[in-house]
Every structure is written in structure tokens, then in C-alpha cells.
């Protein structure tokens, strides 16, 4: 049951190999910034090419194999499975709009003997047509893939990798001080306006340290239930999706008391929030990594303006 420990989603890995460790911090944001906000409005081509590019990026990365032989097949099978259900599901129909012209005046024209006839011009509206499909006793008809569901799938499956593994790297790989630091550089600007940016800072810290806390406080609750023996058939679904909601419900209550117990012991101890500038550690800088990291990301930019669209 310490399948979440095995899985670094979100938790920094302590190490010395891997050379994304020595980029700087805030190289590293706006690399995730900019593989999450580029796909929108993108094309296909872009968005798998964002997908290779991450792929690519994890295997000359030269962090250990260990920390992505569970959870990137895992995470690849659910976009899969995401970008299948979005294809396979109805993307809906275009309304029918009135008719500008009268339909008499078209015509059809016979084709002169000798001669081929008349095609279709333009691409097909249907991508893949399989079926009838017949699920036990009752027929569900064909599944039909439209060039609109395909496209849906596709964004789909493509957005979440993105969104997931672009996050991971950045949390594997940067220290929460470190990101600390990066995001108040940042929101810097925003303290002429009077908002409280040091205090923002400590407190995305704390933040970020209670996220092992909300993986074990998850792991706990799925530990008791596995002891219960619980049928989930017989329960049905009114009872699973009951459960669930108090399963949910725990899970903040205990989240919450864990944040409450560890404000306590901060003030208890005499604890003070502190500039994200004290709490940087000491990474070693790397100008040609750097540099190298900097003209690689406008080269990204560059390639989005001219060839997003395909």
C-alpha cells in the first residue's frame, strides 16, 4: 500500500545527476509556463510535437530510470485512455442553418458519356466507422470517429500530458525553495501595488510542504478500506458514490486538522515567516546551461508563432 512514496508526482528528488538540476529556477518556470500555455488554440502537429519534445526532454535529462518507470507508463496509459473516451464519445452535431439560395436552382448535370463520373471533393467528415457493436443484450449501434471527436481526443490526451508531466519536472527536479524564490523574482513587480509579496512567497512554501502530507493522509484512507473488505457491486452506485463523498469529506477534515496541528507547533516554537531570499539554497549556477536553456525556449516561441497552427 506505499505505492504513492514509489510514485514522485510532485515531490523534489534529492541528487547531483541530471543536468535540469543545475538550470535555473526560473528558466525552468517559464519552460512550464510556456508548454502549458502554447497549446491553446495549437494545432495537432504542435501539440504531439510538445508531447516529443517532454519525452525527449525526460530521456536526455539524466536523472535515474527508477524515478519514471511507474508513474510515465501510467501516466501515458490514462491520456490514452482520456483521448479514446473523448474520441469515441458523440462530439455533437452542427445545427442545420436556413438555406441562402433556393433549392431549385441547383441543377445536376449528367456526365457525358466516355467520361469518369462526378467525385466528392474535399476530405471525409468520418475518420473511422466500427460496428454495429453489440454490448451483452443490448446493440449500441456503430462507433463512429468524426474528424471533430478525433481533434477532441487528440487535445485532450496531448493537454493532459502536458499539464501533468511538464509539472512534474519542474516540482523532480527543483528544490520548494528554490520555486519559492523563482515565483517572488516574479511577483515582484505586483509589491509596488502594496500586496504582500515575501508573505505570498512563505506561504506557497508551506504549501508546498503539506503536499506529502495530502498523499499520506490519501494513502491512509485508501489503507482503511482496503481492511474493511468493502463490496463495491453490492453497494451500487447511490452507496459507491456515497462513499466516495465521505471519503472526500475525511480526507479535507484531516488535511485541515494536519494544518491546523502544524500552525500550532510554528507559533508554539516561535516561528516567523522569513524573505524567499533567506530560504534559497545554494544551487550551483550553470551560465552556459543557462544561456543555452534561454535561446532554446525563444526558439520555442519563434517555431509556436510560425508553425502552431499546423
Known sequence: MDWLKQLPIGQYVDG?????????ARLKLAWTLAFLITPILAGPVWRLALVGTLLLITALCGLPWRLWRRNLP???ALCLLVGSLSALLPAGAAGSAQLSRDPAELRLVPTPPGEPP???SGEPWEVLRWGPVQLGPLPLGPLVI???SAELGL???TLLFTLIHSANLLLLTTPPEELVWALSWG???LGRLGLPVERLGFTLLLALRFLPLVQEEFQNLLRSLATRALNLRRLGWKGVLGLGLAVAERLLANVLLRAEQGADALVARGGRWLPPQQLRLGVPV???LNLVACALLLLLLGLRWQYGAL
Do not use: M, Y
Open 74 to 76: 501510467f501516466l501515458l
Open 118 to 120: 462526378a467525385e466528392r
Open 286 to 288: 550553470a551560465r552556459r
Open 155 to 157: 487535445n485532450s490526451a
Open 146 to 148: 468524426n474528424r471533430r
Open 16 to 24: 547531483d545527476s541530471g543536468w535540469l538540476r543545475r538550470v535555473d
Open 187 to 189: 511577483i515582484t513587480p
